[in-house]
C-alpha cells in the first residue's frame, strides 16, 4: 500500500481545537477540502454566521475563516455525509472528567470519542484514517480500532493515528501557524506508517519537518497528557513558592527572574498567580493519576494529584487573604472582580480560577461586581449556577451583577480583584477608579498585572500574589 491521498477532509467537533485547527488546515492546504461537523447546531449557525459572529473568540481567527470559509471550508452539521466523503477524519470531540460512576472526578469521559468512532464505522464505505485529535488516556486508540474494526462495512479499512493537539486558547492561531512542534503517533506497521505519512505531508505544507515528530501510539497519547502535567505543576510549584514569598517579604517576581535565568529552567511558565484555569490543565493531571491508580502506581497518582490540590489551595489561600485583608469580614462588602475567563485573549471560562474565587466571596456573603471584556453574560450566570447549587440563580443575582465596564464594576466597591490578565486593565484610568471606591480602597492583583507603586501612589492599598508586605 503507498501512502493514502487526502484530498478531503472531516473534523467531528466544532470546537476550541476542531474549529481552530482545521480552519488553518484549510488556509494552508487550498487543494483540500475540509469539512468541520457538529451536532450541535447553534455552534454551526455561529460558524456560518454571516457576520462572522464566532462561537469561539480568539485573535486571528476571524481572519482565517474569512479567507476560508465557502472555497475550502465548510462547517455542518451532516456529519454522516462528511464522514463518508472524507480521506481523513479527526475527532476532536470533548473529553470531560467523568462526573460519576467509575471513577468519577478523575477519568475521561469517553462517551463522546466512542459515539463519533461508532459513526465513523457505521457509515464509512471506503478505507479512511481516523485521526485522535481529543486528548484521550493511553490506548484508547486500541479501543477505537476495536471498534470501527466490529462495526465496519466490508470495503471499509482504517488506520488510526494520534496527533495531539498543543494549542493554547489565546494564541491558538499563532501556535497553529508556527508550532513548536507536530507530534504524530502510529502504529509501527507498514500501514501505520504510511497514514502517518500521509498526515505528515498535510503538515508539511507550512511546518518545518524537523518540528513533525512521528512517535509510536502510546507515546503520543501520554505525551500530550505529560505536557499539560508538567505545564501545571510549573504553575503550581511557582505558586506554591508565592506562599513562601508572601510570609517572608520575598518578592515572587524576583524569585522567578533567578531561577529562569538558569537555562536548565527557562523562564516561561513562571508567572505566580490565582491558580491556573482552562478545560485541559485539571482535566488532563486528573486523567493521568487515574491512569496511574488503574496502573497500581499510586506514589505516581499521588505526585501528580498534589498538583491540582496545590492549584486549589492557591485559590482558598487568595480568598482568605482577602477576607483577612478587609478586616476579616466581607459580609454585605462591595467587591469588584476584574475578569472572569480563564485567562486572558479568550472568552472561555472553563475551570476558571475567578469563578471558585466568586462562588467563595458568595459563601462569605460579599456582594460582587463582574466585569469581563469577552465572556458573555449568560456564561456568567451558568457558571455561577453550576459552581453553586445550593443558591438559586435569583439569590445569585441579588448578590452579584455583571458591569458593562471597570469603571462602573468598581463604583463604591471596598476592594477591586484582578482574576484574569487581560491587557485593558494595566492600562484603566485607575484615579477614576480610585475616586468611586469605599474607602481605604483595596486591590488585589491575582495576576501581578498592574503597576504597585503607581496605585500605591494614587492611595490604593495593593496586595499582589507572591508579594510580601506591600498593604
Ligand atoms: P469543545 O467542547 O469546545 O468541542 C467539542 C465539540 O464536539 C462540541 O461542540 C460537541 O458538540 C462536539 N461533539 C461531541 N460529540 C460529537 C459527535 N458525536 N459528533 C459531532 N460533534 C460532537 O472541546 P474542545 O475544547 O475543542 O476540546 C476537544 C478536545 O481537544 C478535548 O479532548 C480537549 O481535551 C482537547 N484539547 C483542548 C484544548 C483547548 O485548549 N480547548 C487544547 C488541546 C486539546
Redesign the pocket.
Known sequence: MSVPKVSKICC????????PTCAVIALKCPHIQVTI????QA?IDAWNSSDFNLPIYEPGLEDVVRATRGRNLFFSTD?DGAIRAADLIFV????PTKKTGIGAGYAADLN?VE??TR?IAQIATSSKIVVE????PCRTAESMRVILEANSKPDARFDILSN??????GT?ISDLVSPDRVLIGSLQTHEGKEACKALSEIYANWVPQERILTVGLWSSELS?LAANAMLAQRISSINALSAICEATGANIDEVAHAIGKDTRIGPKFLKASVGFG???FQ??ILNLVYLSESLHLPEVAAYWRQVVEMNEYQKRRFTRHVVDTLFKTITGKRIAVLGFAFKADTG?TRESAAITIIKHFMEEKALVTIYDPQVEHEQIWMDLQEVSPTFTLQQIKRQVQIAPCALDACAEAEAVVIATEWKEFITLDWEAIYEQMSKPAFIFDGRLLVDSAKLAKIGFKVSSIGRGAEV
Open positions: 467531528i467537533g466544532a470546537g476550541y481545537v476542531g474549529g461537523v457538529d451536532l450541535n455552534r456529519v476532536s470531540v470533548n473529553t463522546y459515539k463519533a459513526r485529535k481529543s486528548t484521550v495531539p493537539e498543543f494549542l493554547a486558547e491558538a500530550k482552562g478545560s485541559c482535566k488532563d472561555d
